[in-house]
């Protein structure tokens, strides 16, 4: 069947996108060209699967002819392997040509499982291959293909407009059904389940009676502990920005500090290393062969499943013992608390979850902001150190804004801060913390530019491709605030302004549901360490200077810079005086919570 383009958004709980008529709103006003709609191809459902067999049969045939059939028949065996590859190849020139979008040519069997990368960037490698083949290219998998869109018209037609269809996920064995358990927000496929959690998601970002600014508090206190850590400990820059980011999602989703023996920032890290390990394409051979799984086969030939459990086991637990410990604390009485999980907890009959989803939605919450958050104000830092006049222009603007104040900016300063409001936008732009987002899932055949689109294949909006666009991001390469600027924000624009103009918070009815929240964690982060510091290039013994190389970025779902060499100074004595004054005052409310 091939889905009708701009179907309805009936999906509530939904924040980041407008749904204007029928269509999603635009990340980026984009020049749309007319999308080339063929009909839908009868052939291809047929002939498609019939090479899949194929392969299948050049895989099998031989060795079962010498299994059963004994060896003499193995020339036979020969001439139909041979057969069956001249009669693949007719029907791939004949009429397979053109019906699908072009990409690297899949080897038999394994298709081009083995051509991604698995050290380097993938999202450059699709990159290169959008410069080779055209924006839209398509890789094949054994079980499923993958499309990936490398430009941001093909991005707002199928992710955003074409949502209804385009904002499943592939269902993983490994790291979907045992490790989360059907649990995790990310990994749901489209339907009631995901609506469920992503409008618990949804109440979680409205803390009573107010918007994500009800837990400005909670970032000033981090970001206070930040500067502090950052003005005693120097050295350990990249540390303490993961510290910063675990300790605010983990004050968002349960209302109090990390404990001071760090054993609950070391299991919360140990969690999201377990997380991120398994769904690395190509980790789980169960996930590229579901087969596996079958019920026929006994445990014992499945050690992965005994893993899988065991870390099911060990993050459920954690995430149980945090979810419960926000109950007994809301249950003694006292001031309400302001946190996900007490949210959660207030609405659970509405929400309709079980008390293991909570805990899941919880530490959803927790997980995906300790990192994609970090990516950021890391890539901020190197950005700083490659193009100091930013750096220089970004606190004469704070200096002027502050007229004197002894402390550092907040949020009530934004509209006074509109070159750091276009910093911010273009860190997310110039290296997207998350570059690849979350492969969405076409649920239904579809056809877009004359192209098929098969039912279950994986569909990736590379971020990093779309934005090095030349024809949107003049001089893409380069780190340039400019390119956002504008002098007076528009009124009220301050919630949605450092989210617009760049897809770094993902797409359609999947996009990051926290994504004002986790845009002001990282703005404010970097407003505040631009009126506290000087970020310059770290110098040898000798006084040269060391340098950091360009998008030199570690790869996996989440990005941050490989390790570089800086140096990070208070702008002066004052400076230095009023971070300790401030972190002194927040120790005391911390010290009595
Ligand atoms: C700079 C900060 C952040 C960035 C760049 C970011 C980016 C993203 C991206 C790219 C996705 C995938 C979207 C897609 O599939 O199209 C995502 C999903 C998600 N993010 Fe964020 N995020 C950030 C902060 C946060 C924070 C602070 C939280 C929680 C408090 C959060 C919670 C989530 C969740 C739960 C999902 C899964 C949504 C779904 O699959 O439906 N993120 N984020």
Redesign the pocket.
């Known amino acids: 069947m091939t889905v009708g383009q701009n179907e309805r958004d009936d999906f509530p709980g939904e924040i980041g996108f407008k749904a204007s008529g029928d269509a999603f709103s635009s990340r980026i006003p984009m020049p749309h060209g007319d999308v080339l709609n063929g009909p839908s191809n009868t052939i291809t459902a047929f002939v498609l699967p019939s090479l899949e067999v194929l392969d299948m049969l050049v895989f099998l045939l031989p060795s079962y002819l010498v299994n059963y059939l004994g060896s003499r028949t193995l020339q036979w065996a020969e001439v139909a392997v041979v057969l069956i590859f001249l009669f693949r190849e007719l029907i791939l020139s004949l009429f397979l040509k053109g019906k699908y979008p072009p990409g690297p040519r899949p080897a038999w069997v394994v298709g081009n499982a083995f051509h991604i990368p698995k050290t380097k960037a993938q999202w450059t490698y699709f990159q290169e291959l959008g410069e080779k083949y055209g924006p839209i290219v398509k890789l094949v998998f054994p079980g499923n293909d993958i499309v990936v869109l490398n430009d941001a018209e093909d991005v707002e037609e199928l992710l955003f407009k074409r949502a209804a269809n385009y904002s499943s996920r592939k269902p993983l064995i490994f790291a979907g059904k045992y490790l989360s358990r059907n649990k995790r927000?990310?990994l749901l496929p489209y339907g009631p389940t995901?609506k469920r959690q992503?409008q618990a998601?949804h109440q979680m970002m409205h803390p009573r009676g107010d918007v994500v600014s009800g837990y400005e508090g909670m970032q000033y206190i981090e970001c206070s502990r930040l500067l502090f850590q950052i003005l005693n400990r120097p050295h350990d820059i990249i540390l303490n920005v993961k510290r910063f980011t675990a300790s605010l999602?983990f004050h968002?989703a349960y209302g109090r500090f990390l404990s001071e023996d760090d054993s609950d920032l070391k299991e919360n890290l140990a969690v999201l290393a377990n997380f991120n390990h398994s769904v690395q394409p190509g980790r789980h051979l169960v996930d590229t062969f579901p087969i596996l799984d079958s019920k026929f086969i006994p445990d014992w030939l499945k050690p992965w499943k005994a893993d899988a459990n065991a870390k099911h086991e060990r993050e459920s637990k954690f995430f149980l013992k945090l979810l419960r410990d926000v109950k007994r604390r809301m249950d003694k009485g006292g001031a309400p608390l302001e946190c996900f999980a007490a949210r959660l907890w207030e609405n659970q009959d509405k929400n309709e979850l079980d008390e293991e989803s909570m805990a899941y939605v919880a530490g959803?919450?927790l997980q995906?902001?300790t990192a994609?958050?970090a990516g950021?104000i890391l890539f901020f830092i190197t950005a700083m150190i490659l193009y100091p006049k930013a750096m220089r222009n970004a606190q004469a603007e704070i200096d002027g804004a502050l007229e004197g104040e002894e402390g550092p900016p907040t949020f009530e300063h934004i509209r006074q801060l509109p070159y750091c409001v276009a910093l911010c936008k273009e860190v997310f732009r110039w290296t997207p913390?998350?570059p690849l987002?979350?492969p969405?899932l076409c649920d239904k055949e579809d056809i877009y530019k004359g192209y098929t689109i098969r039912a279950g294949t994986a569909v990736i909006g590379n971020i990093w491709a779309i934005h090095q666009d030349e024809r949107v991001y003049k001089d893409a390469k380069k780190f340039c605030p400019e390119r956002y600027f504008q002098a007076e924000l528009p009124p009220g624009a301050e919630t949605d302004v450092l989210v617009e103009g760049h897809y770094?918070?993902?797409?359609g009815r999947?996009?990051?549901?926290?994504?004002h929240?986790?845009?002001r964690?990282?703005w404010i982060a970097i407003v505040q360490m631009l009126w506290a510091f000087d970020i310059k290039h770290a110098t040898d013994q000798d006084g040269n200077v060391i340098p950091v190389q360009e998008f030199a970025m570690t790869t996996g779902m989440n990005s941050e810079p490989e390790p570089f060499d800086y140096s990070i100074t208070p702008r002066s004595p004052r400076h230095a005086k009023a971070i300790n004054k401030l972190w002194k005052n927040y120790q005391t409310s911390v010290a009595s919570s």
Not at 504 to 507: A, D, E, L, P, W
Not at 510 to 515: D, F, L, Q, T
Request: proline share 6%.
């Open positions: 927000m990310v995901l992503r998601f999602s968002l959803s919450g995906a902001g994609s958050a950021a913390p998350a987002a979350f969405h770094s918070f993902g797409f999947r996009i990051c549901p926290a994504m929240m986790g845009a964690i990282v």
